[in-house]
C-alpha cells in the first residue's frame, strides 16, 4: 500500500485558519486521498476525500497539487472541538468495491483559546 | 438513528481467555472491518469482510477470529494466542458505493 507521512503534531489559535498537510509521493492514478479525524476515545470520522480536483464540504477543504504527491487539509475558521488526531488515507480503487484502508499515525491538532 | 453499536465499551479478560467483542450496525453495509489502536498510534487493520460469509485477514490477524453469518454483525474473539491484547478495537462498516467508512465508539480491552 502507498504510504503517507504526515507531522506528528501542529497548533493552531481558535478562529484562524489551519492546514494540515500530507505527503504521498508514492501515490498511483487509481489512489483516492482520504482524511478522518478522531477525537480522544472515539472513532474516527470521515471527513473528506478527492482524487484530483480540489473538494469542499461543510467540515473542511481539500487541496490536491499537480502532481498528486501532496495532499492539504483546510479548515477555515478553528474551533476547539476541532482539535483531534487527523489521518490522511490513501485508498486504491481496483475497479470494484472492495478495498480496505490503510492508517497512518496521522497529526494530532491542538487548538488554542 | 443508523449507525454502528460496539460493546462492551471497557472490557477486562485474565490472560489465558477468549472474549468476543460485539459489532452490529443498522446501515445496511456490506462491508464490515475491524481495526486495532495502540496508545498513541494509528490504527492496524485486523479482519475485514466485504459480504456475508467472506472474511479476508488484514495485516495483525494473528491471534485473532471472526465471523459474519449476518450482515448486520461482525464479532470478534481475541483469543489466548493474542500475545498483547490490551488495546482500543474499533469496527467500522461502509455501505456498496459509499466513499468514507462509519467507525464504531470502540471497545477498550484490558487484560489483567
Known amino acids: 500500500d502507498a504510504k503517507t507521512t504526515q507531522p506528528n503534531s501542529m497548533e493552531s489559535n481558535e478562529e484562524e485558519p489551519v492546514h494540515l498537510p500530507c505527503n504521498h509521493s508514492?501515490?498511483?492514478?487509481?489512489?483516492?486521498i482520504h482524511w478522518y479525524r478522531q477525537l480522544p476515545s472515539q472513532g474516527p470520522e470521515y471527513v473528506i476525500h478527492?482524487?484530483?480536483s480540489n473538494v469542499n464540504n461543510r467540515m473542511a477543504s481539500l487541496a490536491i497539487a499537480e502532481d498528486r504527491k501532496s495532499s492539504t487539509l483546510i479548515l477555515h475558521r478553528a474551533t476547539l472541538r476541532d482539535a483531534a488526531v487527523y489521518y490522511c488515507?490513501?485508498?486504491?480503487?481496483?475497479?470494484?468495491?472492495?478495498?480496505?484502508?490503510?492508517f497512518g499515525k496521522g497529526t494530532l491538532l491542538t487548538v488554542n483559546p | 438513528d443508523g449507525g454502528i453499536t460496539q460493546s462492551p465499551k471497557y472490557l477486562f479478560r485474565k490472560e489465558g481467555q477468549n472474549v468476543t467483542l460485539s459489532c452490529e450496525q443498522n446501515?445496511?453495509?456490506?462491508?464490515m472491518y475491524w481495526y486495532r489502536q495502540d496508545p498513541g498510534q494509528g490504527l492496524r487493520l485486523i479482519y475485514y469482510?466485504?459480504?456475508?460469509?467472506?472474511?479476508q485477514k488484514g495485516d495483525i490477524a494473528e491471534g485473532y477470529s471472526v465471523s459474519r453469518e449476518k450482515k448486520e454483525s461482525f464479532p470478534l474473539t481475541v483469543t489466548s494466542a493474542q500475545k498483547n491484547p490490551t488495546a482500543f478495537y474499533l469496527c467500522?462498516?461502509?455501505?456498496?458505493?459509499?466513499?468514507?467508512?462509519?467507525f464504531g465508539s470502540g471497545t477498550r480491552l484490558t487484560v489483567v
Open positions: 446501515l445496511n453495509h456490506d462491508a
Open positions: 488515507v490513501l485508498r486504491r480503487d481496483s475497479g470494484g468495491s472492495n478495498y480496505k484502508l490503510t
Open positions: 508514492t501515490i498511483s492514478g487509481t489512489d483516492y
Open positions: 469482510s466485504q459480504i456475508v460469509n467472506d472474511f
Open positions: 467500522a462498516s461502509r455501505g456498496q458505493g459509499d466513499y468514507g467508512y462509519t
Open positions: 478527492g482524487l484530483t
